[in-house]
């Protein structure tokens, strides 16, 4: 009855889990390249073996080598999936859409003073003025954050060009007067590729930072993020990413998951039951 007990309640932890996954995955289906997040599950081992001193067997262990008593399961990893979501055309030539792996870089304030990267995958950004220099304009996300060139500095536009987004991520300038030709910027959309996607963690405000917590020993966050070269994935100008999220699937996952849930809530209900008769009986 007690191991009943705990697979069962170790079970509405996980789908309690996966519920709130689904539910969030739901929430978003309509953001900005949004990427939704898949829940995994993973066995639980028993916390607890009888000791056993017989020759040739594993001390510890009361069970046949190479088999171990489990206690149902738990929730594993949300990994995140990066399918490409629908384009969707706005005519803004500052609404940015990565076509293929790849995220865009903000710099945003944080709580000590110091400037912090995010990375994205929403590219709609606009023009914000240059506070300390009259006619200049920085590109911004909806939260304010700076969106950064190939060297990692905000890109700063001149008010008197007209900025055209290259696919390659260079930017092209021209003179609104009409006089001079046309001409690139120093200056290029600094696109990065996350190496393994996972060990992104959502801070909030459709963003991005690096969980250093799960990072292997020895390593920070630069030994996962690559600068990406010139045309290793197409920009358009004029289109913004859609979520990657399937309604569909995802309230078939929410309905499963609900009625699996039900159902380990009530093994839960029966098992205090029966451990309600058996401790009667003792009496």
Do not use: C, W
């Amino acid at each position: 009855m007690n191991t009943s007990l705990y697979i069962s309640s170790g079970a509405l932890q996980a789908f309690q889990q996966k519920i709130d996954t689904s539910a969030n995955n739901v929430a978003n289906v309509d953001t900005t390249g949004f990427k939704r997040r898949d829940q995994s599950f993973s066995e639980l081992l028993a916390n607890q073996i009888n000791n056993q001193t017989q020759a040739n067997q594993e001390v510890g262990r009361l069970t046949p080598n190479g088999l171990r008593v489990g206690y149902g399961s738990r929730a594993g990893l949300t990994q995140l999936d990066m399918t490409q979501g629908e384009a969707k055309e706005t005519d803004n030539p500052f609404d940015l859409m990565i076509n293929g792996n790849g995220f865009f870089q903000v710099s945003v304030p944080a709580q000590n003073g110091v400037r912090e990267i995010h990375y994205t995958r929403d590219g709609s950004f606009h023009l914000s003025p240059n506070l300390n220099q009259a006619g200049s304009y920085y590109l911004v996300n909806a939260n304010g954050g700076y969106l950064l060139d190939q060297n990692g500095a905000p890109i700063q536009l001149d008010g008197k060009y007209d900025v055209q987004i290259q696919p390659n991520g260079q930017i092209l300038l021209k003179n609104k007067n009409g006089q001079g030709g046309a001409f690139l910027s120093a200056q290029r959309i600094g696109l990065v590729d996350i190496q393994n996607p996972n060990i992104l963690t959502n801070i909030g405000g459709n963003e991005f930072a690096i969980d250093t917590t799960v990072l292997p020993a020895g390593t920070n966050a630069a030994s996962f993020v690559r600068y990406m070269a010139p045309g290793e994935v197409q920009i358009s100008s004029g289109y913004l990413e859609g979520s990657n999220v399937d309604l569909t699937q995802e309230m078939a996952d929410l309905m499963t998951s609900q009625r699996s849930y039900q159902m380990n809530a009530r093994a839960v209900s029966y098992a205090d039951q029966m451990m309600g008769i058996a401790n009667s009986i003792l009496k």
